[in-house]
């Protein structure tokens, strides 16, 4: 049985979306906007409302495959694009924070997922939900941070580029990198318990700590060259790229067969 009722609530989640993001996409005026912002947090709690009443169906946290953290992705990245909004007013990013939200509802769509209640001994720890959970909002938040880099390079090849455009990059890095630290934190803790061992240079940790260290480097070149532009930016394009095949690329690797993080990868 797939997903019960999943078309239902994602179909209503991207109706309220694309209605916010049309709205935010007109002349800036105080009342549409507010409506705009209206719209984005009811598809977000109807995304809330699906989330919860699947984990109550599964009796588990709704985290152990793809399609589920998918689904986590699509929540938490319009919360954070709503949060932003409200404290830095980019109505491009809540703009784009949207629409990658309704990108991975459409896959999610198209990739329908059947119920499976069983979970891995492996996964039946108390760090298990904190580790998914840390890492998706990490995500979430660092993808906000390349919406802000693809953006600051388009203004630098336009001559456009805003001075606050580097440092609200920095304040979503630097939230994002954290919640990133305490996921493999988490996530050696999870494999002592489970398997023995903090660290096993499996494929899927080892793309985690070398996406971890792309950010560090953002971080470091920011630090080091403050005035400096253009290179922070395309690292920062990178550093997500390699996020991305981190989290799915990995998967259709060789090596990533034999990974004890195969668990994640189907269904």
Not at 131 to 138: E, K, N, P, Q, T
Request: glycine share 4%.
């Amino acid at each position: 049985m797939v997903w019960i009722n999943f078309p239902i609530y994602a179909s209503i989640a991207i109706i309220f979306w694309i209605t916010a993001i049309l709205l935010l996409l007109q002349n800036n005026q105080h009342r549409r906007t507010r409506y705009a912002l209206v719209s984005a947090v009811v598809g977000v709690g109807v995304m809330l409302a699906f989330v919860a009443n699947l984990w109550l169906i599964l009796q588990r946290p709704p985290m152990r495959t793809l399609g589920e953290t998918r689904l986590l992705y699509t929540l938490f990245l319009p919360i954070i694009a709503l949060l932003t909004y409200k404290r830095w007013r980019f109505s491009w990013l809540l703009v784009y924070g949207l629409s990658m939200a309704i990108l991975f509802l459409i896959v999610n769509l198209t990739h329908p997922e059947a119920y499976n209640k069983t979970l891995m001994p492996a996964l039946r720890s108390p760090w298990f939900v904190p580790h998914v959970l840390v890492y998706i909002f990490a995500y979430a938040m660092l993808a906000a941070s390349a919406i802000v880099a693809m953006k600051g390079l388009t203004d630098y090849y336009r001559d456009k580029m805003q001075a606050n455009t580097l440092a609200l990059a920095d304040n979503i890095v630097y939230i994002g990198f954290a919640f990133l630290s305490a996921g493999l934190l988490f996530g050696a803790l999870w494999a002592k318990e489970a398997w023995g061992h903090y660290w096993t240079w499996d494929p899927k940790e080892t793309w985690a700590f070398i996406t971890w260290l792309a950010y560090l480097a953002f971080i470091h070149l920011r630090l080091l060259m403050p005035t400096e532009q253009l290179r922070p930016m395309w690292l920062l394009s990178v550093a997500f790229l390699l996020l991305l095949f981190g989290w799915f690329g990995i998967n259709y690797l060789p090596a990533a067969q034999t990974s004890v993080h195969t668990y994640g990868i189907t269904n």
